[in-house]
Structures are given as C-alpha cells and as structure tokens.
T-cell receptor, first 114, second 110 residues
C-alpha cells in the first residue's frame, strides 16, 4: 500500500544536539511538507518542497533545515538553534501544489527535549 | 487576522445528536476546502473535501458559503466514535500550501 512513513515515532533530544526526522513517501507525490503541532494548537508550516532539489521556508523555519535529494524523501533536521523543539512533527505530501486532493499525512514523530 | 479560524469547543453532545461546526477563512481567493479529523495523539486524516454546491458523505454534510467566507460541517446521528478534533483546511488559488484551523473538539457521550 502507498503511504508516508515517518520515523522514529518517538525521539528524545539532549540540549545542544541536532536530530533528524525521516519522512519517506511512495505515493509519487511532487509536494512534501513539514508541520509542527503544539498541544492545543493548530499545525504550523516549517518547510515545504514542490520538486526535487528545491524547498521553501514556511512560517516557522528558524532552527530547522531540510533537504530534498529524492522525490520520495524529505528529512527534517532540528538544530540546536531551535530553542523550543518539543512538539509533534507531521510530514505530509500532496499530488501537486495547489492540489484539490488535500494532504496525506505520516503518523508523526513526537520529539521531546531531555 | 488568522487565515482560518475555528471555535475550539469542546462541543459535548449525546449519542444520536446532530452537531454543526463552522470555520471562517480570511482570504477571498481561497480555492480548495477540506475537513480533516484528528484523533488524540494521531495524525490528521482527510474526512471530506468541500465543494461549492455542498456535499454529503453518509452522516456528514459539508457546505461552503463564499459570500460570507465560511465552511461548515454537519454530523447527524453522532456516534461515540465521532469524538475527535475536526480541522478546517483551506488552500488559496495558485498557492502551494494549505492553511489549517486550530480545530474544534467534539466529545460524543453515551
């Protein structure tokens, strides 16, 4: 079955450490996205990518970095510059930009700073 | 002003009740509209798209009012399993990202 796979499901980060969250899709979708969700709040866009080797900052990109070397993969690195990284991170993809088909989400990674 | 606004709730209703949520959007150029369902500590899942003429899927009915810039979701004969947070999602014409509301929490009680 096609879908989006995020790993790990739970991740613990020490202060000052960089960590990378994996997102892989086999839906042949062009566009991929990273969102952050804090308790009781909506989703906020971190980065998005429409095609391979291209990505744009979202609303809260500071302290994060991404790459899009393959169509299937869009990993997110949470750097030590992100001062409050504890959150639920969701990766999503869509058929194309401005899609009328909505997003497909991965099951998320819950990141906690220890 | 936020792109998409929703009443956070919670809406507490008994089983079998009919409940409706509204969601307002700020940009008149918005083109695509969706309702997503999110269970506690899970990812959002697409519930239904919202079409200009309104659409129905079983017990769920979605409506779009472009003049007043809101969409609505009506749930009839509520089930315990309908308890979740419902997210309103909007996509602007020629934009390549979606805007999410903060969600409306629904609790269906026996």
């Amino acid at each position: 079955d096609g879908g989006i796979t995020q790993s790990p499901k739970y991740l613990f980060r020490k202060e000052g450490q960089n960590v990378t969250l994996s997102c892989e899709q086999n839906l042949n979708h062009d566009a991929m996205y990273w969102y952050r969700q804090d308790p009781g709040q909506g989703l906020r866009l971190i980065y998005y990518s429409q095609i391979v080797n291209d990505f744009q900052k979202g609303d809260i990109a500071e302290g994060y970095s991404v790459s899009r070397e393959k169509k299937e993969s869009f990993p997110l690195t949470v750097t030590s510059a992100q001062k409050n990284p504890t959150a639920f991170y969701l990766c999503a993809s869509s058929v194309q930009q401005g899609s009328n088909y909505g997003y497909t989400f991965g099951s998320g990674t819950r990141l906690t700073v220890v | 002003r936020k792109e998409v606004e929703q009443d956070p709730g919670p809406f507490n209703v008994p089983e079998g009740a009919t409940v409706a949520f509204n969601c307002t959007y700020s940009n008149s150029a918005s083109q695509s509209f969706f309702w997503y369902r999110q269970d506690c500590r899970k990812e959002p899942k697409l519930l239904m798209s919202v079409y200009s003429s309104g659409n129905e899927d079983g017990r769920f009915t979605a409506q779009l009012n472009r003049a007043s810039q809101y969409i609505s979701l009506l749930i009839r004969d509520s089930k315990l399993s309908d308890s979740a947070t419902y997210l309103c999602v909007v996509n602007r014409r020629n934009f390549n990202k979606f805007y999410f509301g903060s969600g409306t929490k629904l609790n269906v009680k026996p």
